[in-house]
């Protein structure tokens, strides 16, 4: 356990935690519709230790992504991401738990499993400073837009692959809602799979 950026709580599992191990443990916390959020982290394995001394180098930094979040307004980071305006304020979404799949929808999954507790599951984009779809715009929009589809479709960040690959896997409770603005978003969309409640779980590529 540590505490990020702006003091929010981290737990980290260690190596041992992979696949389906990793799966079952985010199956139970992105259920609950607890302020935990789970996610795998691909690429190198990440240490606790170490992010703890990332992170407090990154608060002492003025251009720390997660210190922008707040700051940054809406309509401003959906055009970095090529989406036009929305000035209609954010509805939330009344549901009574994002039901994920008994089996991860996702192959080959390596990484971390990583939860923090986060009023909105995806600033961890900016919090960890995820490069995936740098190409496209700041990590700070992706985070803002990200806030927006979890409010208004309960979309949740599973998996964030290594910058390289350039993909997160989203779970979304509601994608009629909010399928133009993730399709306009990335360079790809893919479905992976959908649950008897509807919740889909889809694959977002960037170039």
Not at 33 to 60: C, M, Q, T, Y
Not at 99 to 108: M, T
Not at 139 to 161: C, D, K, M, N, Q
Request: aromatic share 6%; with cysteine.
């Amino acid at each position: 356990m540590v505490l990020g950026p702006s003091r929010e709580e981290v737990a980290v599992w260690g190596p041992d935690i992979t696949g389906e191990s990793a799966w079952s443990i985010q199956k139970i916390l992105n259920a609950q519709g607890s302020s935990w959020h789970a996610f795998v982290i691909g690429g190198d394995l990440l240490d606790a230790d170490d992010l703890a001394s990332e992170w407090e180098a990154l608060s002492e930094d003025d251009d720390c992504s997660a210190q922008e979040l707040d700051s940054l307004r809406e309509n401003d980071a959906r055009a970095e991401f090529s989406l036009p305006s929305n000035d209609t304020p954010a509805q939330a979404l009344v549901t009574s738990g994002l039901e994920l799949p008994d089996e991860s929808p996702i192959s080959d999954v390596g990484g971390t499993l990583i939860a923090m507790r986060l009023a909105y599951p995806g600033d961890v984009i900016a919090h960890l400073e995820w490069e995936g779809a740098d190409n496209w715009g700041s990590r700070t929009a992706l985070s803002v837009i990200l806030r927006r589809w979890y409010l208004e479709a309960g979309a949740v960040p599973l998996h964030l692959s290594d910058t390289d690959d350039a993909t997160m896997t989203l779970a979304i409770a509601d994608l009629p809602k909010m399928i133009d603005d993730v399709q306009g978003a990335c360079d790809e969309f893919t479905v992976l799979s959908t649950t008897p409640s509807g919740t889909t779980i889809a694959q977002l590529w960037w170039d």
